[in-house]
């Protein structure tokens, strides 16, 4: 069965140089205007391998206009783009057919969730390291982990989760992944934001920890209403954890901001702030850290939603 990517970004072009290479079909859908840039760039992904092997890779690309029916559909645009992408593609969707997202934050998946009340949506939550050097050149940065797993019905564990494993995208079935998503969630917002505020590395906020702590006791009380209580275990020590072995690493937020490009903060801080007023919990530091965050995207003339 192919392989439908939505997105050439890092993730998508990681997904679909690993499928290919494995000898899967695998289809790219992108926006038109970078279709016209795929293909006048030769149609294909430059992969750099994990052993800085290069790939090049030729790959089939079309619009989401293209005729065909999906059968497996991997989003692999960020959280802020998913509602939109799904919009545009949904057209192409049979009953059956199987969407799988990989969106960091947590938000996207239930709008998803709501554009396809009908559909198997699996939802991923992924450790990989993937990034561009220049578009359609995608280096693996750091071999990671993908947990997938569903946030709502019954399907059974996909039987296609092998082809992953063997292609090289290390995957394994997680029965609550809401939980993951949720600890996962709690620890982007204990570091990215802060790392964008200070201008640091993740070691940098070693200086920031007793604020950290606050910010932490909030989200354990946010984590335990919403009812994920194993998310919230020993949330801080785990975050510093983090912080110690990712020490010299940029985080995926502030090398957003670097590079002039929009975050998914509504997905992280906005996410959490707005789940924490719902259910009542304090939230004094988290809101504190998103306004903060807010005005320094403002200041850098970058989205602050
Ligand atoms: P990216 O910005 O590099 O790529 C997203 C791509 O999707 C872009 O090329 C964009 O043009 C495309 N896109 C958006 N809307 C589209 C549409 N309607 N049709 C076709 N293409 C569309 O992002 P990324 O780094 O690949 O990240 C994707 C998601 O994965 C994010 O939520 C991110 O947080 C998460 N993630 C990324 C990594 C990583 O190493 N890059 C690791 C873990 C999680
Ligand atoms: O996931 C991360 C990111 O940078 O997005 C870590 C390294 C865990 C920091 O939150």
């Not at 609550?176 to 590395?201: E, F, M, Q």
């Not at 920031?208 to 009380?221: G, R």
């Not at 072995?245 to 590079?259: K, P, R």
Request: hydrophobic share 40%; glycine share 8%.
């Amino acid at each position: 069965m192919t392989w439908h990517v939505l997105g050439a970004g890092s993730l998508g072009c990681l997904w679909a140089s690993r499928l290919q290479l494995a000898g899967h079909q695998v289809r790219l859908i992108l926006r038109p205007s970078r279709l016209a840039q795929f293909s006048s760039a030769g149609s294909n992904i430059l992969f750099t391998d994990l052993q800085q092997q290069q790939h090049r890779l030729a790959l089939h690309a079309e619009t989401a206009c293209a005729g065909l029916p999906i059968q497996r559909l991997v989003l692999a645009c960020k959280a802020y783009s998913a509602a939109e992408a799904i919009t545009g593609i949904r057209h192409r969707l049979r009953p059956g057919s199987q969407i799988i997202l990989l969106q960091n934050g947590i938000g996207c998946q239930q709008q998803v969730h709501e554009l396809l009340p009908n559909h198997p949506v699996l939802v991923a939550s992924t450790t990989e390291g993937a990034w561009l050097k220049e578009a359609f050149h995608c280096i693996h940065a750091g071999q990671g982990q993908t947990l997938l797993g569903r946030l709502r019905g019954q399907e059974p564990v996909p039987a296609w989760l092998g082809q992953l494993d063997r292609s090289g995208i290390s995957c394994q079935w997680h029965p609550h992944i809401d939980s993951v998503l949720w600890r996962k969630l709690a620890i982007n917002c204990l570091i990215n934001p802060s790392t964008v505020i200070h201008g640091c590395r993740n070691g940098g906020l070693l200086q920031h920890l007793p604020l950290l702590q606050q910010l932490s006791a909030e989200l354990e009380q946010l984590l335990l209403a919403a009812g994920h209580a194993d998310a919230a275990a020993n949330l801080f020590s785990a975050a510093r954890h983090v912080i110690t072995g990712t020490a010299t690493n940029t985080s995926s937020m502030l090398q957003d901001v670097q590079h002039g490009r929009r975050t998914e903060i509504s997905y992280i801080t906005g996410f959490a702030l707005q789940q924490s007023i719902a259910l009542g919990t304090p939230h004094q530091q988290l809101l504190a850290v998103h306004q903060a965050l807010q005005s320094r995207l403002a200041q850098l003339g970058l989205p602050t939603d």
